[in-house]
């Protein structure tokens, strides 16, 4: 591989010995730690893209926040990243004037390119950009799908792709506001994970259990979607949807159960993989058995597996799930101390520590308000989730809610000095993010409570800017 200057070899050797251990997440990645590098031998345009990528993380790691503050676009890696990332866009562009037709092997060099401009974004908090990076990557993947005969003939295997693209699509429909959804890209394919108890804990198993999470994770996100715009004489469809989603939780449940037997005889080796999986675990059986008030209100079944019902033998204790789901996330975060910013394209505790914020009961304020400082207090970006900035949100949620509730008892902020348990008509339960199209760096939060949904008023109004 050719490194024409000192700068070029510095970002790669970064790259490289650095970043990508961060990268990956919390499981070995086959794209992120071998078949990117093998790529790179071959395609400039990853070359270049792997090279920005590099001194952008060395930027975003000596700073202090979970994104590259608007103050540093300036600083002299910013500013060879851009160099290298306009390069990599020229070396694509060439390469798709030089034939009509893309060919296979360039498709796939466009969607690995389509990951790295998407990190490169998200690490700047261009969120908008990196949206329409995966729209892109998504429509060619699906598309590769459909020529499923065709080889490749590129270091980068399909599959690695799909991982990563699942998980961003992931991301992007927890945040999405629903109406958005109508317009955006049909879900990946993927596999369907074997029920087979004889699972091997191993990371080819765990890489297998990572596509099953992930793609649970989105189906159930599009399920929410779908029953939010859904007539309500659709009760049948929506409460056999939730069904067929809780009976692929259970298969992922009962293998997750048989490979954390097998990990005495390893010792700590797989331990953190194990629990970023038991992390989502646990948030998605949240999501099926507590489902949002609101979907609950239009389709009361949807409540039903609260109760020891179906394959569930126990009723479901909400707040114990939130403190497990907290101890979880507290296991993946580092030991208190010199925080470096952290960078990873795979959710993480970030997405579960929101959800602690935003859902759990107002039983549980303490712990929401742990959840919070949490996100505020660790650099943490995890793919489309700004953890300092996600933080701000749900601080802000909190601080509503309690002034909702003095106002309607008729309190004073000073008559109290303690935090009030929130009655569940003023619980904020919906958020709605979007990005004016004049500005990168801002987003305006809609955040609704139940009433405010009910008469389809948008609730209070904040706009944050980074």
Same mark, same amino acid.
């Given at each position: ?39 790179? !031998? ?26 590259? +503050?608007?103050? %540093?676009?300036?600083?002299?890696? =910013? ?11 020229? #070396? ?22 389509? @990951? ?13 950009? *990196? ?12 598309? &590769? ?8 003939? !590129? ?33 990946? +394919? ?37 029953? +939010? ?6 009760? #049948? ?12 939780? !259970? ?7 048989? =490979? ?29 058995? #507590? ?37 979880? %996330? *507290? ?6 101390? &010199? ?13 579960? =520590?929101?959800?602690? %914020?935003?859902? &759990? ?31 701000? @949100? ?54 609704? #409570? %139940? ?16």
């Amino acid at each position: 591989m050719r490194l024409n200057s000192k700068e070029e070899r510095e970002s790669f050797e970064f790259f490289t010995s650095y970043a990508v251990s961060n990268l990956r997440g919390f499981l070995d990645s086959p794209f992120w730690q071998r078949e990117l590098l093998q790529a790179a !031998h071959h395609e400039p345009a990853i070359q270049h893209c792997i090279i920005a990528l590099g001194a952008m993380y060395r930027r975003f790691s000596e700073g202090s926040d979970s994104h590259l +503050k608007e103050s %540093a676009m300036l600083d002299r890696y =910013l500013q060879f990243a851009l160099r290298q990332s306009n390069q990599a866009i020229q #070396d694509l562009l060439r390469k798709q004037k030089s034939s009509e037709k893309v060919a296979r092997t360039d498709k796939v060099t466009l969607m690995t390119c389509a @990951i790295l401009f998407t990190s490169m974004c998200c690490l700047q908090g261009y969120q908008r950009d *990196a949206i329409e990076h995966v729209r892109s990557g998504i429509r060619m993947l699906n598309e &590769a799908d459909e020529e499923e005969n065709e080889k490749f003939g !590129h270091p980068i295997e399909l599959e690695s792709l799909r991982t990563i693209f699942v998980g961003f699509d992931t991301q992007i429909r927890a945040i999405m506001p629903t109406h958005l959804s109508r317009t955006w890209v049909p879900k990946p +394919k993927t596999k369907t994970l074997s029920a087979s108890p004889t699972h091997t804990l191993n990371m080819s198993t765990l890489h297998a259990m990572l596509g099953h999470t992930q793609s649970l994770m989105n189906s159930i996100h599009a399920f929410n979607q779908r029953t +939010k715009l859904r007539p309500e004489d659709e009760v #049948d469809e929506a409460y056999n949807e939730q069904t067929e989603l809780i009976m692929r939780f !259970h298969r992922g449940a009962a293998v997750m159960e048989h =490979l954390w037997k097998q990990t005495p005889a390893f010792g700590d080796e797989f331990l953190q993989p194990l629990t970023a999986l038991e992390l989502t675990q646990a948030q998605m059986e949240y999501l099926l058995r #507590d489902p949002r008030s609101d979907l609950v209100v239009k389709f009361p079944c949807l409540g039903n597996f609260k109760q020891a019902h179906g394959p569930f033998k126990q009723p479901f204790d909400v707040a114990a799930q939130f403190v497990r789901i907290f101890e979880l %996330a *507290a296991k993946l975060l580092p030991l208190s101390g &010199a925080l470096t910013p952290i960078f990873q394209a795979p959710v993480g505790p970030t997405s579960a =520590l929101w959800l602690i %914020a935003v859902r &759990a009961p107002s039983s549980c304020q303490v712990l929401r308000k742990r959840a919070v400082r949490l996100m505020l207090s660790h650099p943490r970006r995890e793919g489309f989730w700004d953890g300092m900035l996600a933080g701000q @949100i749900a601080e802000e949620a909190l601080r509503l809610e309690q002034e909702r509730t003095r106002s309607e008892l008729g309190l004073s902020e000073h008559d109290l000095n303690q935090d009030l348990e929130v009655p569940e008509h003023l619980r904020i339960i919906a958020f709605y993010l979007t990005h004016p199209e004049d500005s990168d760096r801002t987003v305006k939060v809609e955040f609704s #409570d %139940a009433r405010d949904l009910a008469i389809g008023i948008p609730g209070s109004v904040r706009w944050i800017s980074w």
